[in-house]
């Protein structure tokens, strides 16, 4: 399965964006679909997952009750919608495949290349 991230930019503190991920690929039933984040000069980190069976999610939170992460099963494709940006969230956004419902990147081996989103006036 390889993953593709498209959606990022350059919005206004307090706008939207909305992240997709596409899977290439059958994704199995037990995986999990995540999104992590690296801001520049910081280590990358956990911003949301779901399972992709079911929609049971987790978010950091720092992003609880902002972002909503969610799955389209027929087209392959995660979701990360992000409202009331600020500029603490600008950072390259990275999705990331495993099985393991967990916030920690080692469970996680497959990954996208990363769509950068700038938050700033």
């Known amino acids: 399965v390889q993953l593709q991230a498209s959606g990022g930019g350059l919005v206004q503190p307090g706008g939207s964006l909305r992240l997709s991920c596409a899977a290439s690929?059958?994704?199995?039933?037990?995986?999990?679909m995540a999104w992590f984040r690296q801001a520049p000069g910081k280590e990358r980190e956990f911003v949301a997952l779901?399972?992709?069976?079911?929609?049971?999610?987790m978010y950091a939170d720092s992003v609880k009750d902002r972002f909503t992460i969610s799955r389209d099963t027929a087209k392959n494709t995660v979701y990360l919608q992000m409202n009331s940006l600020k500029p603490e969230d600008t950072a390259v956004y990275y999705c990331?495949?495993?099985?393991?419902?967990?916030?920690?990147?080692?469970?996680?081996?497959?990954w996208g290349q990363g769509t950068l989103v700038t938050v700033s006036s």
């Open positions: 990331a495949r495993g099985i393991q419902y967990s916030q920690q990147r080692a469970e996680y081996p497959t």
């Open positions: 690929g059958r994704i199995f039933s037990s995986a999990v």
């Open positions: 779901t399972r992709w069976s079911r929609s049971s999610t």
